[in-house]
């Protein structure tokens, strides 16, 4: 179930962000375009290309969170040569993200709830719908965590089988 939910979580970050990615890339160069070539530069683009940073950013973060790439998190256990203390350490850091990601949870939705009302002044959205990216990639750095633990439990009991 893991391994299940996992990849459909990694495939859905990855559509997502890439997706996001690839859009922003046309907006930037239709920017380019526009102001260059046309010489009639589009306020929209400017906006609409830092509220896609912002999500793609936190997205992305999550996903790496996901992957357990995190320079700080290979820096320690690398350093670390006992295997009991090295799944110390990975506890104490999936615990350290699930902390974090429900921080984000909570301040996001009370962050959304307060700007609804407030409206960009180019794309006229709700900037609610910028904040929504925190608690979005809160739950999902939280799904990762628990798949992460889970794996981690799993693992210890193949460990301990094999002994």
Same mark, same amino acid.
């Given at each position: /179930?893991?391994?299940?939910?996992?990849?459909?979580?990694?495939?859905?970050?990855?559509?997502?962000?890439?997706?996001?990615?690839?859009?922003?890339?046309?907006?930037?160069?239709?920017?380019?375009?526009?102001?260059?070539?046309?010489?009639?530069?589009?306020?929209?683009?400017?906006?609409?290309?830092?509220?896609?940073?912002?999500?793609?950013? $936190?997205?992305?973060?999550?996903?790496?969170?996901?992957?357990?790439?995190?320079?700080?998190?290979?820096?320690?256990?690398?350093?670390?040569?006992?295997?009991?203390?090295?799944?110390?350490?990975?506890?104490?850091?999936?615990?350290?993200?699930? $902390?974090? &990601? &429900? /921080?984000?949870?909570?301040?996001?939705?009370?962050?959304?709830? $307060?700007? /609804?009302?407030?409206?960009?002044?180019?794309?006229?959205?709700?900037?609610?719908?910028?904040?929504?990216?925190?608690?979005?990639?809160?739950?999902?750095? $939280?799904?990762?965590?628990?798949?992460?633990?889970?794996?981690?439990?799993?693992?210890?009991?193949?460990?301990?089988?094999?002994?």
């Amino acid at each position: /179930m893991n391994k299940t939910l996992r990849k459909y979580l990694d495939r859905t970050m990855e559509t997502i962000t890439c997706t996001l990615l690839m859009i922003m890339v046309a907006i930037t160069s239709w920017q380019v375009i526009s102001r260059y070539i046309l010489n009639n530069p589009s306020s929209v683009t400017g906006e609409f290309l830092r509220f896609g940073l912002i999500w793609f950013s $936190l997205l992305a973060g999550a996903y790496v969170v996901g992957k357990k790439s995190h320079i700080a998190i290979t820096f320690l256990s690398n350093r670390i040569k006992s295997e009991p203390k090295k799944r110390i350490l990975e506890i104490i850091v999936q615990i350290s993200f699930i $902390l974090f &990601a &429900a /921080m984000m949870i909570m301040g996001g939705f009370k962050a959304v709830s $307060l700007t /609804m009302a407030q409206i960009s002044p180019s794309l006229n959205l709700p900037m609610g719908y910028v904040y929504l990216s925190l608690p979005v990639s809160g739950v999902a750095i $939280l799904l990762y965590c628990f798949i992460n633990l889970m794996d981690l439990l799993d693992s210890k009991q193949l460990l301990q089988e094999n002994s």
